[in-house]
């Protein structure tokens, strides 16, 4: 081969006199690129192009055992059932790390309007991650490329950000995890940008809701197994779908342990709620059919159908009481048109449900 103008070329023949006639080389596509070149996306969202992966470089911010070479190195327990039990020094850095979590994620919610970007987003909140001196848990995390994850209209979770715009009319999961002294916070909430339909409006509505029944169900002694039955339950009754492929999870100085909390009805044994337990509840509930597509990043999940899909999460700390939301809204964050008719939600504990209260009197007078 010879080199000529930035352009591979090879000889293809010689000429009677000598001369080299030359053919422009076209290298084979790997198995990756023609995957996305052949891949047929669902809806409207497809990938767009990505700025280079941000770095934290602050020595001063704890990082995750994975931000390096994104393996996390430290191991859960091998039974569904054994779950930890976090003491009240693990349980206040969780309430430090929900609290960062959250004033992001308010952040970004407020950032989500028409014409900005989703990797704009990202940005933001790469830099409120770090002013509260806290690392962005899905940066590296086995490989994951952005700080948060942005999944619009179809997207069901772990949508990638990049250069496309928000749009009028879109429905928009930002997802937040902050690693703050070594304890990870984790939440979502749905955000609606421009005018969004009433068909949209109505499946936020109903996932907020089947999300708030499955959390006060929450109390000592009840199944893990037995949350997804209330969530199916209550979306199928009002023509909705609830998503089998991804579950909420324990949280602590791991990202990801025990238990798994699945989102339907399941006869699985992962354990009775336990008061020192942490975890997340975080159903995906669709328009259409619940089941997943994975784009060829090997991230993004969609709906097969290109219908939407909604989800919110919170880290929740089960009590000896029932249940409080680490990652609750705080005393700026914005009442919400789904939290109009119930209230702000940040437990099933006498004092929580003061405090929800107190803040939904506070945020509707502002």
Known sequence: MVWLNCFIFMVSSVTSSGAFVLQQYVPKRTLSELQVVSFRYAGDIQPGKQTPQRVVLDESILKPDYAEDGLPKKNDQVFPWMIEVKSPTQIQKMRDAGRAAREVLDIAGRAAQVGISTDEIDAIVHQACLERGAYP????????????????????????????????????????????????????????????????????????????????????????????????????????????????????????????????????????????????????????????????????????????????????????????????????????????TGGIWLGNTEAAKQRSIELTKKATHE
């Open 137 to 340: 848990s899905p940066l590296n995390y086995h490989g994951f490329p952005k700080s948060c994850c942005t999944s619009v209209n179809e997207v069901i979770c772990h949508g990638i950000p990049d250069d496309r715009k928000l749009k009028d009319g879109d429905i928009i999961n930002i997802d937040i995890t902050c690693y703050l002294d070594g304890f990870h916070g984790d939440c979502s909430e749905m955000f609606a940008v421009g005018d969004v339909d009433d068909a949209g409006k109505e499946l936020i509505q109903t996932t907020y809701d089947s999300w708030v029944e499955a959390m006060n169900f929450v109390q000592p002694g009840k199944n893990y197994n037995e949350i997804g039955a209330i969530i199916e339950d209550y979306v199928v009754q009002r023509g909705y779908t609830t998503v089998r492929n991804f579950v909420g999870h324990g949280i602590g100085s791991l990202f990801h342990c025990k238990p798994n909390v699945l989102h339907y009805r399941n006869e699985q044994m992962n354990g009775k709620i336990s008061p020192g337990h942490t975890f997340t509840i975080e159903p995906m509930i669709c328009e259409g059919r619940a089941e997943a597509l994975k784009w060829p990043d090997q991230w993004t999940a969609t709906t097969v159908d290109g219908k939407r899909s909604a989800q919110f999460e919170h880290t929740l700390l089960a009590t000896s009481e029932g249940v409080e939301a680490l990652t609750g809204k705080i005393e700026t964050s914005p009442l919400q048109f789904w939290e109009k």
